[in-house]
């Protein structure tokens, strides 16, 4: 077995970067249980959903950009959405290889469901954390994302 030259200082535990991941991980897996038990979904698909109710019709692309999620991942999702009546494609009169997605009614009807559902389990999770620990949590993480 090869010796790495690694700093010795070094701890994945306490490195931010990994925390970061470890604790969304483990909120988006807590979350995940609603709509893999209600609707047998995965976690791109509601991801996927989400998007599309909240901004309306986009390209898969914009999906992409927007969540940092691989595109063969949003291709199946996508079509798995679509067969199961959730999802609708139309062709863009701009760009014949772009498609626009959007939700079918069903498909609102269904996120907005699971956006009920989303708020609830975010209001529990800022009351297990307390209103000022959230808020700075918030406004931290916000500057993360900025930079």
């Given amino acids: 077995m090869a010796e790495y030259d690694t700093d010795p200082e070094f701890d994945l535990e306490q490195f931010l970067p990994y925390l970061l991941n ?8 807590s979350f995940q249980a609603v709509y893999v038990d209600l609707y047998g979904m995965t976690r791109t698909q509601w991801r996927v959903m989400a998007n599309l109710g909240k ?16 595109k063969s991942k949003v291709s199946r999702a996508v079509s798995t959405l679509e067969s199961a009546g959730l999802l609708l494609r139309t062709p863009s009169n701009d760009d014949r290889r772009a498609e626009f997605l959007s939700l079918t009614e069903q498909g609102m009807t269904v996120f907005r469901d699971l956006g009920h559902r989303a708020n609830e389990y975010d209001r529990k999770l800022r ?21």
């Fill in 22 to 29: 470890q604790a969304a991980e483990a909120t988006s897996r």
């Fill in 55 to 70: 901004f309306g019709a986009m390209t898969a692309k914009d999906i992409c950009d927007i969540s940092h999620i691989e």
């Fill in 127 to 147: 009351a297990d954390l307390g209103e000022q620990i959230s808020a700075e949590l918030i406004h931290l993480l916000g500057m993360l994302m900025k930079r």
